[in-house]
Nanobody, 119 residues
Framework: QVHLVESGGGSVQTGGSLRLSCAAS????????MGWFRQAPGKEREFVAR????????YYADSVKGRFLISRDNAKNTVYLQMNSLKPEDTAVYYC????????????WGQGTQVTVSS
């Protein structure tokens, strides 16, 4: 059973930084892709960034490109999302998710962690 646990959310002011972590367990993830998503109140969930577990380039949504950095520590089965230059519009619940590289939909999700950016 795949288990994803996010941590690192909190409240910061505009321009601040936070680093989210997602600890994964339950299987070998070498053929999987890890993604970060977010959902703001009253809005649909949106893609933020993704990275393959076994190597390859990360990919970012335009809204976070140049401000957020996704990285992984394979030894710890943990993926990180470093968020810099935060804006109020980044306020959302952030979720990590994973899928096999051959699939198009993410089928394992964490419980989410709240990020609040105040102006």
């Amino acid at each position: 059973q795949v288990h994803l646990v996010e941590s690192g959310g909190g409240s910061v002011q505009t321009g601040g930084s936070l680093r989210l972590s997602c600890a994964a367990s339950g299987r070998t993830f070498s053929s999987y892709i890890m993604g970060w998503f977010r959902q703001a109140p009253g809005k649909e969930r949106e893609f933020v960034a993704r990275i393959p577990w076994s190597g390859g380039a990360p990919y970012y949504a335009d809204s976070v490109k140049g401000r957020f950095l996704i990285s992984r520590d394979n030894a710890k089965n943990t993926v990180y999302l470093q968020m810099n230059s935060l804006k109020p519009e980044d306020t959302a619940v952030y979720y990590c998710a994973t899928r096999h590289s051959t699939m198009t939909s993410y089928n394992y999700w964490g419980q989410g962690t709240q990020v609040t950016v105040s102006s």
